[in-house]
Structure formats: C-alpha cells, structure tokens
C-alpha cells in the first residue's frame, strides 16, 4: 500500500518502546498505513535503527530518537525532537513497559520504581507532552496494557499493578481531554510471543503452558496481531471510541 493511500497518511505517530517487540510492529504497521513515526527507544539502538531502515525502505518515513519515558527531560526531548522532525503529532502509543515477575517478599524499592517509572510515570509524562503537539483536530493516545490485570497471577503484583493504574489513566484522562478532541484508550494484549517473552525461557515456557489452554484460538498472540488493531485506534475508524479497555488476546479469559 502507497504511503500515501493508507488509513494513517497525513499522521504522525510516536511509538515508544518501539525497538522491538509489540512496539515494533506497531511502528511498522502504522509506516505501511502512511504516518511518520518516531520510534522511541532507551536502550537498544541497534534495534530501534532496523526498524527505522525497514520502514524507509518501504518507503515510509520514520526517525529513531532514545529517551527514558521515566524521566522528564528525556521525554520532553522526545517530543522536540517530533516536533523539529515534522512539526506536528496526531498519535501517541504509550508502549514502553518493564516487568520482572517475584514474589512480594523479594520485591525491592529500587525494583517498584522502576516499574513504575517506566510503566505509569512514562505514559503520563509523554501526554502532557503529546497534548501540546496535538492540533485543532485532536489526537489520538493509546495506552498499551495488559490481560494480566484481570487475572491472578502470583508474583506479578507490581507489573499488574502499573497497568492497572494505566487503565485508570485512560478512563480519568479520556474525560478530560474529550472536549480537546483527543481520544485516550487502552489495548490490552493476551499473550504475545515478543523477544521479551521468550528471554523468560522456562518461565515463558510455563506461561505458554498455561495461556493457550485458556485462548480458544489455540496460540499465542504476535506483535502483529495486535498492531492491527492499534492502527484502528489510530485511524479515523475509531473517532467515536474514548475511554475504552480493549482486549487482543486470542478470547484469553
């Protein structure tokens, strides 16, 4: 599909976490349907400058620029660097997230604010950000969460946590920003098999175990499959829907 025939053409999105993973084909898929991404990174250059390549080489536009979400400097310069790139954003994919699964015993301080920099203070830094670049006719914010945060998983408590307050996050912030034309949702994925997935090794083994019983489709997720529906949420096709928690998780219950 032409850059320029896509359901996103005109737009420019930033994705953050977007080196691999969900985040990735996200980026990827909203270049195929036409925007300008920025795709974010903290840590991994190498990863963030691929998908970047992959995406010109497509003939989609797209620039790679690192920043911590969790701090407020590297955020605010995320989003001067949108702005000197192509002076406008029309979507925000709050994706960038860390998790580390133990039991409440071994959780440290150090540990809790990392998760929660990244998976709560990171989201809402880069919306007020993002508001401040979204134009006359709004904008779109897309909170990436999780189906872990409507089942019990031990060991999971302050990943869950975050992304339950994220989900808070969207019904509180779609409310406010409504009036400004600015859609704020959540798009909950099952479980996806990531890069991130499989480093769990034996422990992804177990949770693979015990998602796709649970997944009438029978499998685990891909990133694609739920860049799929992120580009509906970044689409005019979703310009009624505000507020909402989505699940993409195969009917994961």
């Not at 896509?6 to 980026?27: F, M």
């Not at 963030?48 to 690192?66: C, N, S």
């Not at 991130?196 to 649970?214: H, N, T, V, W």
Request: hydrophobic share 45%; proline share 3%; aromatic share 6%.
């Amino acid at each position: 599909m032409s850059k320029n025939q896509g359901r996103l053409s005109g737009k420019v999105a930033v994705v953050t976490g977007a080196s691999k993973g969900i985040g990735a084909a996200i980026a990827r898929a909203y270049a195929a349907e036409g925007a300008k991404v920025v795709v974010n990174y903290a840590t991994s250059k190498d990863g963030a400058d691929r998908v970047v390549a992959d995406i010109v080489k497509k003939g989609g536009e797209a620039i790679a620029v690192q920043a911590d979400v969790s701090k407020a400097a590297d955020v605010k310069r995320l989003f001067a660097e949108t702005k000197r790139a192509y002076d406008r954003l029309d979507v925000l994919v709050n994706n960038a997230a860390v998790f580390k699964f133990e039991p409440l015993e071994a959780i440290t301080e150090a540990e809790l604010q990392r998760q929660l920099g990244t998976n709560l203070h990171g989201p809402i830094l880069a919306a007020q950000e993002a508001v401040k670049l979204f134009g006359d006719g709004g904008g779109s914010i897309l909170n990436i969460g999780t189906v872990a945060t409507q089942v019990r998983m031990p060991g999971s408590i302050v990943y869950v946590a975050t992304k339950s307050a994220l989900d808070a996050f969207t019904r509180v912030l779609s409310v406010e920003l409504g009036p400004r034309k600015i859609r704020v949702n959540t798009l909950n994925p099952g479980g996806v098999e990531t890069e991130g997935f499989l480093a769990l090794g034996e422990a992804g083994q177990q949770m693979k175990s015990a998602f796709i019983p649970r997944t009438p489709l029978g499998r685990l997720g891909q990133p694609d499959d739920i860049a799929k529906v992120a580009v509906f949420f970044a689409s005019d096709d979703s310009a009624w829907v505000t507020g909402e928690s989505v699940n993409a998780s195969g009917g994961f219950s």
